[in-house]
């Protein structure tokens, strides 16, 4: 079937705020997600970059309804998932699954790994009792997990052995798409890459569509065919890859871009990172106008335009499947190139102040895919 796997358009996710006890009082809303859209193909990767309480998990989860979304459409393979309830919606999400961050919180301690991964077989009903066993000793051979370990308990694996287990729990029914929360942001720097490597891995074998959340700017580039990022609720900039990281168009973007190390210590050693003054505003209360402009560098340089505090900037369109969020992004590009191609460019003026945003750092992507480290997953 043409088209794209997952659709989504203006959605939103409201968490009510409440007063009182007896009689409880709605006072307000946490705008966790607020209005976005977007587009997910079939076999692709879409990375979901931001600060920690952007909306980046939030959305995962309400795109595969572990949310009820407050307003909006999610669209997966041509079925509206939030007009679905009951058997309807379990069927759907059959096809759907996730991968937790912390794989020792996402494992039940009780269970034996072989009870964790063919508990979706049960769930769903999928193949006979005596079929089911055979399933999972497949599943645990395909994630690098010795398929006699399936009688032992979470404690007794590593953390990134426990986060293979999750990834098998999530191939159990097969699924389409995968949402993969931050899946390697509680593991071994040394271990990450091989996580990423068998997720790369399964994507080419089974043919997976993923949403990769992450803070990490240097691992989603790495994995990611295009790259969202968000900002307090809203996705501020959207494009391919190598678009978004040769040349950012949103000021946001090119500040968590600033703060990847670069391996070229001669560059490195020229560069100035350009640090974020200020905290990220309450998404009870959002600014008015462009949301990340009590922050914006760029506005500093440009003299305080009135603009950015009084008219929101909608996603349009600024070269072949680039989006980006911001009325000044034509005057971005010039200064983003040199910040991420050169590292020559010194952090603008006034822009070089405290509460840096820690978006972005992190660890440094491999220069090209490779295959796992460690096929059997000792150790990982």
């Known amino acids: 079937m043409n088209g794209p796997l997952v659709e989504v358009e203006d959605l939103k996710l409201y968490f009510p705020i409440t007063e009182g006890i007896i009689i409880e009082r709605h006072v307000g809303d946490v705008r966790a997600v607020d209005g976005i859209s977007f587009s997910l193909g079939r076999g692709e990767?879409?990375?979901?970059?931001?600060?920690?309480?952007c909306g980046k998990s939030t959305t995962g989860r309400t795109l595969i309804r572990l949310y009820r979304p407050t307003a909006g459409r999610i669209v997966f393979d041509g079925t509206d998932l939030t007009t679905l309830e009951g058997a309807p919606l379990r069927r759907m999400r059959r096809r759907m699954q996730m991968i937790f961050q912390d794989p020792y919180a996402s494992l039940n301690p009780r269970m034996t790994v072989q009870g964790i991964v063919a508990e979706p077989l049960e769930v769903h009903g999928v193949g006979a009792r005596s079929e089911r066993g055979e399933r999972v000793r497949d599943l645990l051979a395909t994630v690098g997990i010795n398929p006699d370990y399936g009688e032992r308990y979470p404690h007794e694996f590593s953390g990134g052995q426990r986060?293979?287990?999750?990834?098998?729990r999530a191939l159990a029914v097969n699924p389409d798409l995968i949402v993969a929360d931050e899946p390697i942001s509680a593991l071994d720097v040394s271990i990450q890459a091989q996580i990423i490597n068998l997720l790369e891995r399964l994507q080419g074998q089974f043919g997976l569509t993923y949403l990769f959340i992450a803070h990490d700017l240097s691992v989603v580039r790495h994995i990611s065919d295009r790259i969202a990022v968000m900002y307090l609720g809203r996705i501020v900039e959207l494009a391919s890859s190598r678009e978004l990281n040769g040349h950012p168009l949103h000021p946001y973007t090119v500040a968590l871009l600033s703060a990847i190390p670069i391996p070229d210590p001669g560059v490195e050693a020229h560069r100035r990172r350009i640090i974020l003054k200020g905290d990220v505003p309450s998404p009870v209360n959002p600014p008015a106008g462009c949301r990340f402009h009590t922050r914006c560098w760029l506005r500093e340089r440009l003299g305080n335009p009135a603009r950015c505090v009084e008219?929101?900037?909608?996603l349009r369109v600024l070269g072949e499947g680039h989006e980006v969020a911001c009325h000044f992004a034509e005057s971005v590009d010039g200064s983003a190139e040199q910040v991420q191609a050169t590292g020559r460019t010194a952090a603008p003026a006034g822009a070089a102040v405290p509460a840096a945003s820690s978006a972005g750092a992190g660890m440094a992507a491999p220069a090209a895919r490779q295959?796992?480290?460690?096929?059997?997953g000792a150790g990982a």
């Open 45 to 53: 990767t879409l990375g979901l970059v931001g600060e920690s309480g």
């Open 163 to 168: 986060q293979r287990v999750g990834v098998a």
């Open 311 to 314: 008219e929101d900037p909608a």
């Open 371 to 376: 295959p796992a480290g460690d096929a059997n």
